[in-house]
């Protein structure tokens, strides 16, 4: 079972990291295309560090493009996520990720023509129904009125829906080491181009803002991310997709309860609402939307 406990990792850790993107869009940084172009920087780092390990190893033409396609989805699906969590509270954005479970069906269903069932069928309900619900400030029916961190986060699931088809298809055949380095090296082929036009701002925050606790954030955080992705891509590759992609579910339930700790011993740095009633309304939709995970998968 060791891969259980690379796919509750993944979730956890995260959780941790959607805390530290949220401090940084919201107290530090300006401009949240610079956080993942950061970090993409950093995942290349270490796929070179992979590839030069493997002895460069040359996977056949098109599954090296399909999977540094999916590196650069990987890196595509932050931008709508942290313009989502400049504007809203962690715990209302992140739980609408789930959003990737349907997507990831729907696509199989469109791609590989795959038939779905009447119980994922309701799986999608649910997870639809806790989505718009705890994507809203008040429940009632104005919750059917998407708000723009919806749709944000749904541009954000979609995009890493493909990463993880593209990821599962070519791991199977091929090393996990191999697939991961190519996937790191689309990851940062399209941090590269962000960073062309975003130069003048990233230099401007390299030179005026980039010091000190900023430094040990990003540090932080990025290894906090590689871990998680290496956890999930190992999970992945160890186990059926559909068994982490339910574990990858319980993510909104950390994010949840890290949002709670911090609000009530960290307030300066994290606020959330913690009334009662809120946390009770959150609780409930999450449920929910995990639930209709759990329908999807099993």
Do not use: C
């Amino acid at each position: 079972m060791n891969w259980l406990l690379y796919a509750v990792a993944s979730p956890a850790l995260y959780s941790l990291t959607n805390y530290i993107d949220k401090f940084l869009v919201e107290k530090r940084i300006k401009n949240p295309l610079l956080v993942p172009i950061f970090g993409g920087l950093t995942t290349l780092i270490l796929g070179i560090l992979i590839f030069i390990i493997k002895n460069f190893p040359i996977l056949p033409l098109l599954q090296a493009i399909l999977i540094l396609i999916s590196g650069i989805f990987l890196f595509l699906y932050l931008i709508p996520y942290f313009k989502a969590l400049s504007t809203e509270e962690t715990s209302r954005v992140v739980p609408l990720f789930q959003m990737s479970s349907v997507l990831v069906l729907i696509m199989s269903s469109l791609f590989l023509r795959e038939t779905l069932s009447l119980k994922q069928l309701f799986g999608f309900l649910f997870i639809l129904i806790g989505g718009f619900a705890i994507s809203a400030e008040t429940p009632d029916l104005k919750i059917f009125i998407p708000r723009k961190s919806f749709w944000l986060m749904m541009l954000s699931a979609m995009l890493w829906s493909f990463t993880v088809i593209i990821f599962k298809f070519i791991v199977t055949s091929n090393d996990f080491w191999t697939t991961l380095a190519y996937e790191s090296l689309g990851v940062g082929l399209a941090s590269f181009i962000a960073l062309i036009f975003q130069w003048r701002q990233f230099s401007t925050f390299i030179t005026s803002s980039f010091k000190g606790d900023i430094i040990i954030l990003f540090t932080v955080n990025e290894l906090l991310s590689e871990v998680a992705q290496f956890a999930y891509s190992l999970a992945l590759f160890l186990a059926p997709a559909p068994l982490v992609s339910v574990i990858g579910g319980t993510q909104p339930f950390f994010v949840l309860l890290f949002g709670i700790i911090l609000s009530l011993f960290f307030p300066h740095l994290i606020e959330e609402n913690i009334e009662k009633k809120t946390l009770f309304l959150k609780l409930l939709f999450i449920f929910l939307i995990f639930f209709g995970v759990i329908f999807i998968y099993l």
